[in-house]
């Protein structure tokens, strides 16, 4: 499997690729940084964010694309930013047809370093470990995109397998409480009056 990972944000949006499968080496294919200035017009850098994940979708052609899942802050404006350009991201995955999946910044880091409070420091630290890398990949927005990318390289099998469970539960749900034929079918007959 070959997942982009986008660390979402208007200066700066991380993006990395790794590809491989859970319980494997997984193999880093590229890592870097979306940038467009904070002067600029919100329009204008949300074109240029999109020019960019268009780019790294053209270069690298990932099946999944991994999303950080947008959390309240209490900045307002960082979390909106945010937001747009997470959105920005899921609308070009989404346009060629790539899924899209969301995972909380918790989720990430206790996927890679075992603790849903690792801080940056800690979760650059493993993605090098993880990817075999000779140095954390800077700044830690690529580092975030790569854990991204790692977290539901590891975590996409039990999720399917989950998703399997609970459709399958939903149909049998369904079957049971449907009514059946012969319950609802009036004999042939019955309940005329001559």
């Known amino acids: 499997m070959r997942v982009l990972g986008v660390d979402p944000g208007l200066t700066r949006c991380g993006v990395g690729v790794v590809e491989g499968v859970a319980g494997r080496p997984l193999t880093m294919c590229g890592v870097g940084v979306v940038r467009t200035p904070a002067d600029a017009e919100l ?4 074109l240029a964010i ?3 994940i268009e780019q790294w979708l053209d270069d690298y052609r990932p099946e999944v694309l991994a999303v950080e899942r947008v959390f309240s802050q209490h900045n307002v404006s960082t979390v909106m930013g945010t937001a747009q350009a997470s959105a920005v991201a899921m609308l ?7 899924p899209v999946a969301l995972h909380t910044p918790s989720e990430v880091k206790a996927a890679v370093s075992g603790s849903g409070r690792a801080d940056k420091a800690q979760v650059g630290a493993m993605v090098t470990r993880l990817l075999r890398l000779d140095a954390p990949p800077k ?4 580092a975030d995109a790569l854990a991204l990318a790692i977290c539901h390289i590891w975590r996409a ?3 399917n ?17 449907a009514p059946s034929a012969s319950r609802t079918a009036r004999p042939a007959g019955k309940g005329r009056t001559s």
Do not use: F, N
């Open 50 to 52: 999109e020019r960019g």
């Open 139 to 142: 700044p830690a927005d690529a």
């Open 157 to 159: 099998p039990a999720q």
């Open 92 to 98: 070009c995955a989404s346009r060629r047809g790539i």
């Open 161 to 177: 397998r989950l998703q399997q469970a609970v459709a399958a539960h939903k149909s049998r749900t369904t079957r049971a409480s």
């Open 43 to 46: 329009g204008m850098r949300l």
